[in-house]
């Protein structure tokens, strides 16, 4: 048991109850490295939530950056996963603005946790505009201030003035699943055959780039797999699928 780890995880806000007890039940069994392997049905016990509850949590942590997966394995069969909490090294507690005292969070050698294209994790409204403007002062093209970008999402809706909160993103056209979409959507219970078609990710794209919501890629990409499952399902019992080909000796039934 680590207390740097447990403080961190209780001072953390992944944004929602359940990825919290998820997250305090791993830094309750991380070791001095910060890394923990408690297996899905330990998890299961410690946080009351369901199996896939849990296993959707764990992707939801590692898109939110807050842990990840070292590749090592632990147990009889060495299939439980061992994890990583990417724990700064002041705790992501600064005294005065968003700097810790052992060095900046958002190291350009380590990559940047609150990097645009993935969506902004730690920085409120106000803080992503103060980025957008920085980024127009190297690009030479500014944008003037919005007024409403201080407004919190609501009903997953992301406000005029950035992107919205604990990672969460707007759909947008050069959006596209993980490579392991397949591997993900099945620990999830949605069994897929294939990745998405160009066709489908399309169709996909432009309904919620109308609705204008923000949720986490995983999210997004449990969206896709239930919209496909539905989609081929309902093409697969569709009633022109049942029709014989033209050539077939049950077409000609009737005439011979």
């Not at 409204?125 to 007024?147: A, L």
């Not at 950035?162 to 979409?181: A, I, N, R, T, V």
């Not at 099945?186 to 998405?196: A, E, F, K, R, W």
Request: charge should be neutral.
């Amino acid at each position: 048991m680590s207390r740097h780890a447990t403080e961190w995880a209780w001072k953390t806000n992944p944004g929602s109850s359940s990825l919290k007890l998820i997250l305090l039940s791993m830094a309750d069994r991380a070791d001095e490295y910060n890394l923990c392997y408690p297996s899905i049905e330990r998890l299961v016990v410690d946080t009351s939530l369901n199996k896939k509850t849990v296993q959707a949590g764990l992707i939801s942590l590692i898109a939110l950056g807050l842990i990840s997966d070292t590749g090592e394995r632990k147990g009889a069969t060495r299939r439980v996963r061992v994890f990583s909490l990417n724990i700064p090294k002041n705790g992501n507690v600064p005294e005065k603005g968003n700097i810790p005292k052992n060095g900046k969070l958002n190291d350009p050698k380590n990559g940047k946790l609150n990097d645009p294209k993935n969506g902004m994790q730690n920085l409120s409204v106000n803080q992503s505009y103060n980025q957008e403007k920085e980024n127009s002062v190297e690009t030479g093209v500014f944008m003037p201030p919005e007024p409403a970008a201080n407004n919190a999402v609501i009903d997953n809706f992301a406000p005029p003035g950035g992107l919205g909160q604990f990672g969460k993103f707007c759909m947008h056209e050069s959006w596209s699943p993980s490579d392991d979409f397949i591997r993900v959507s099945s620990l999830q219970g949605i069994h897929l055959d294939c990745q998405p078609t160009p066709q489908e990710l399309a169709e996909f794209r432009i309904y919620w780039m109308a609705e204008g919501k923000a949720f986490h890629h995983a999210q997004w990409e449990q969206k896709l797999a239930r919209r496909l499952q539905v989609s081929r399902q309902n093409k697969l019992t569709s009633p022109e699928n049942n029709v014989p080909h033209w050539n077939s000796p049950e077409a000609w039934e009737e005439f011979l």
